[in-house]
């Protein structure tokens, strides 16, 4: 009898052994052969990513076109870095909620100003009595950029049944680069432009012998 039982634990115990050998072999099978339905599966979520999240790919055109080209003599006497709050916005009466849309911009930018020396002719040079008396062109802004890397759209309110204005950000930056420029006018940048090429040239013609100098 217990040899009979000894039998039976043994044959159970055998076929415990045996059912745990093909569970492993049926797993690995099973594993190798999804693997290529999982390895195309992820290729193809991979190529899905793609198509809904492009990278940009820039292609510059090989055929490059120099329309102008032209000598310059700019004295570049003075930079003002200027920063301008801009609010643009449209649709803000009584249902600006609904279909209205603003944003505020903050806006960097940089004005240079001088004179241009092209515009001096040999008469507006006088040597007098060891004098020598200079006609300077008048100052003007040769620059009033935008700072692309600094400016930003601080905040932007759209309306409930409204989509965002395209254009409102390229006339808010329109507006910013025009207050910049008027921002430096008002402030004196061509008196002080004017100012500084004086001192810059007078230390020119005095390195060169002449160190009576007047400038109208």
Request: proline share 4%; glycine share 6%.
């Given at each position: ?109 940089v004005v240079i100003a001088g004179i241009d020396l092209n515009q001096l002719e040999a008469s507006d040079l006088n040597m007098r009595g060891g004098v020598l008396t200079v006609h300077l062109p008048d100052a003007e802004v040769f620059i009033a950029a935008l700072d692309n890397e600094k400016s930003y759209v601080y905040d932007r309110q759209t309306g409930l049944f409204r989509k965002g204005e395209q254009d409102l950000e390229t ?46």
């Open positions: 009898m217990k040899k009979s039982i000894l039998l039976l634990l043994a044959a159970i115990g055998l076929l415990a052994v045996l059912g745990l050998g093909m569970a492993l072999a049926f797993r690995s099978f099973t594993q190798q052969a999804l693997a290529p339905i999982t390895g195309t599966t992820n290729t193809l979520r991979t190529q899905i990513a793609k198509v809904l999240n492009p990278t940009p790919t820039i292609l510059p055109d090989p055929v490059t076109i120099i329309n102008d080209v032209r000598s310059l003599a700019r004295l570049e006497t003075i930079q003002y870095s200027v920063e301008k709050i801009i609010t643009a916005e449209t649709g803000q009466e009584v249902f600006g909620p609904l279909f209205g849309d603003s944003l505020l911009f903050v806006a960097h930018g006339l808010a930056r329109q507006a910013a680069e025009e207050e910049i420029y008027q921002a430096a006018l008002e402030d004196g940048i061509l008196d002080q432009a004017a100012v500084n090429a004086e001192a810059y040239l007078l230390k020119l013609f005095s390195t060169l012998g002449f160190d009576n100098v007047i400038f109208e």
